[in-house]
């Protein structure tokens, strides 16, 4: 059975005819996780000759690594979600076992999973605009979201639809994303995030606790 998967690009930056699956983004496992191909995403160093607008255009991040999960303890019961963001120039940013540049750990109270699944999906794709990112790799363990962003599966439930849509949006906004459905087990540290929010906020801390690059622990 294959992998689950969607990819876009935007018209004239990649080309055509590429896919996750052709540039070696299809993770079903540990050992094909690393399979991703380095050169398909270069350095941020600067050039000879490159202007200073184009300097700070090569240090922002070029995109991001994205693994979100969402909780629920009880089915509604409290939920929170958890998103980790790992930038695309780091060596080790398909290890998920990694410390993420980024991350986004949220209580949202009283929720069903699935909603404390988008929301994650939304929540980390929001901060990865703001980073300033150019593309986004999405890695997941719901294969309800990855079936529904890429369009095979339709949003019936109508607490999704706005939470679909609001995914939708971001992502119109970046030139590249794909998102790709992982098993369970490759998802550790968002998992960890968002069990941390629920455990958190019913010891009486604050709800939500992002960290962005360059945050100190």
């Not at 986004?136 to 949003?155: C, F, M, N, P």
């Amino acid at each position: 059975m294959g992998v689950a998967q969607v990819t876009w690009t935007r018209p004239g930056r990649w080309g055509r005819g590429r896919t996750a699956r052709s540039a070696g983004f299809a993770p079903a496992d540990r050992s094909r996780h690393a399979g991703l191909n380095d050169t398909l995403f270069p350095g941020l160093e600067s050039e000879p000759g490159d202007s200073e607008e184009t300097v700070r255009d090569r240090r922002r991040p070029r995109g991001f690594i994205i693994r979100t999960d969402g909780a629920a303890r009880g089915n509604p019961g409290p939920a929170s979600l958890g998103a980790a963001l790992f930038d695309l120039a780091r060596a080790d940013a398909r290890d998920d076992r990694a410390v993420p540049d980024a991350s986004i750990s949220d209580y949202l109270g009283i929720q069903t999973n699935n909603v404390a699944e988008y929301t994650g999906v939304v929540r980390a794709l929001e901060l990865a605009s703001e980073l300033g990112a150019r593309e986004v790799h999405l890695l997941l363990d719901s294969k309800l979201i990855v079936e529904q962003l890429a369009g095979r599966w339709r949003v019936k439930d109508s607490k999704l639809i706005p939470l679909w849509g609001a995914s939708r949006q971001t992502l119109s906004g970046f030139d590249r994303w794909t998102a790709v459905h992982v098993p369970r087990a490759l998802n550790s540290v968002a998992d960890a995030l968002a069990n941390e929010a629920i455990d958190r906020a019913q010891a009486g801390g604050p709800a939500s606790v992002v960290r962005r690059p360059g945050d100190r622990s």
